[in-house]
């Protein structure tokens, strides 16, 4: 049956099926606000919205006197982006999704858009096309190709104008914003929205369920686009397709939606930042254990990098997505197309989290124990029971922890090992209740 404009219909969507086993995606914050490079991709907002004294300091050091943000657009040049290296990276990350930034909330987007005269990556800055030549690469790849669009800009003037008059007007969304959702849709055809920039207004101005039903109903991408939950004020964590809820978000306990947890290599900004340290980088056991307890929570993991404005992606988020990458090669099993168990996590432990598959369990442990015999009280054995350790050739030894409960599993002895030194390890249960 149609979807109708409203949130009780579209809300009912199931939520197709290539998402929830994806698991993993890598997302990508590029734009203008990647040239100052400083602070973070809400640099202009920052600079000029709130004066903030730390960014007008910063735009008289660097740049001439009466420098405007919009001067920043033509250093954006995009020199040196390889959509192809980017995808490969992507690909040997083991991401199963990408999301790139199409338009940010500095309205500045990354395709030739006729609605954004001269603030496109075509009319200035790179020249070209960056939204259609990474989707080219990807999906020569095999890759799903996300879309993030911000459904407001903080200085268009439509936007403002709007927004003086409590959002009664609709200027900015009829002559601006909806178009250019459309023309993403029809152009690029994405596997996934990932609307943001909502929070200010209701979704009557925005009008989200309009659209929504469209892309359900006749849109060229109907049956396999998914979208994320920020289409209007209130609308986190209760309306749309899949729940993001506030950005890094972890839930804690089950939750009974489909939901995505965003994080950034870089723990400071989501854009890229030149005056970045290496404390500020997560190292590769976290990136590993928000995965693995994501997924034990039922979520994707959406990992993202900030490239530079010559379209680099600096060699520290290269060597992060490359070991998690490694990681999934040995320990993807237990990951994707998995289901939650129906225990999450060890409950004396929190480096103890399980998946499933099926009749299969999986207890991912973050910590290589001690004495090398790992301690499961929740997983009840049976005399059949058999325990593989991904990545290990052979069966190993285990015994129950007491009658009817827990296994008792002994482990290779680490050093010398042909396993890899790593963060968190996988082991497989069959035959276990």
């Known amino acids: 049956p149609p979807y109708r404009p409203d949130w009780r219909s579209l809300d009912a969507r199931p939520l197709p099926a290539w998402f929830d086993r994806a698991k993993v995606g890598v997302f990508v914050h590029w ?23 730390a960014y007008e300091r910063f735009v008289r050091s660097r740049f001439p006197p009466g420098t405007s943000y919009a001067e920043f657009a033509p250093l954006f040049t995009a020199h040196d982006f ?3 290296q980017w995808a490969e990276l992507f690909w040997r990350a083991g991401a199963r999704y990408v999301v790139l930034t199409t338009k940010h909330h500095e309205g500045f987007t990354n395709w030739g858009s006729p609605r954004s005269w001269n603030w496109n990556s075509v009319d200035t800055g790179p020249h070209r096309d960056l939204v259609g030549e990474l989707g080219e690469a990807l999906r020569e790849r095999n890759l799903r190709y996300g879309l993030y669009h911000s459904l407001m800009e903080w200085f268009n003037p439509l936007y403002l104008a709007d927004k003086k008059n409590g959002f009664k007007t609709q200027s900015f969304v009829i002559k601006k914003m909806m178009p250019e959702l459309y023309d993403l849709v029809l152009k690029y055809k994405p596997d996934l929205i990932w609307s943001d920039g909502d929070w200010e207004a209701p979704d009557s101005y925005w009008n989200s369920t309009s659209f929504l039903a469209w892309l359900y109903n006749d849109s060229p991408v109907k049956d396999t686009v998914v979208v994320n939950d920020r289409w209007c004020k209130g609308c986190s964590c209760r309306h749309g397709g899949f729940y993001n809820c506030a950005d890094k978000y972890k839930p804690g306990t089950l939750p009974d939606h489909k ?31 928000e995965l693995v307890q994501t997924v034990s929570l ?31 090669d040995i320990n993807g099993e237990a990951i994707y197309e998995s289901q939650p168990w129906r225990v999450q996590m060890e409950n004396s ?11 299969v369990v999986y207890a991912i442990f973050l910590l290589w124990p001690r004495d090398s015999v790992l301690k499961l009280c929740s997983p009840v054995p049976c005399p059949a029971t058999r325990v593989t350790l991904l990545g290990y050739a052979g ?16 482990l290779p002895s680490l050093l010398p090992s042909p396993l890899p030194a790593q963060s968190g390890w996988a082991v497989k249960l069959e035959g276990v209740s």
Not at 349 to 359: A, I, R
Not at 395 to 410: C, D, H, N, V
């Open 259 to 289: 939901w995505e947890m965003c994080s950034s290599v870089d723990k400071l900004s989501w854009g890229y930042r030149s005056n970045m340290s290496i404390a500020e980088v997560m190292d590769e056991a976290s990136i590993i254990e």
């Open 349 to 359: 432990t929190d480096t103890v989290w399980y998946s499933s598959k099926g009749p």
């Open 395 to 410: 069966t190993l030894k285990w015994q129950e922890e007491s009658p009817g409960k827990g296994l008792l599993i002994t």
């Open 298 to 328: 039922g979520g994707n993991y959406l990992l993202n990098v900030g490239p530079t404005k010559e379209g680099v992606i600096v060699p520290i988020f290269q060597e992060r997505l490359l070991a998690l990458g490694r990681w999934l």
């Open 31 to 53: 734009g203008v606000f990647s040239v100052p490079a400083w602070g973070s991709e809400w640099f202009w907002w920052h600079w000029q919205g709130e004066r903030d004294a």
């Open 82 to 84: 390889q959509p192809r």
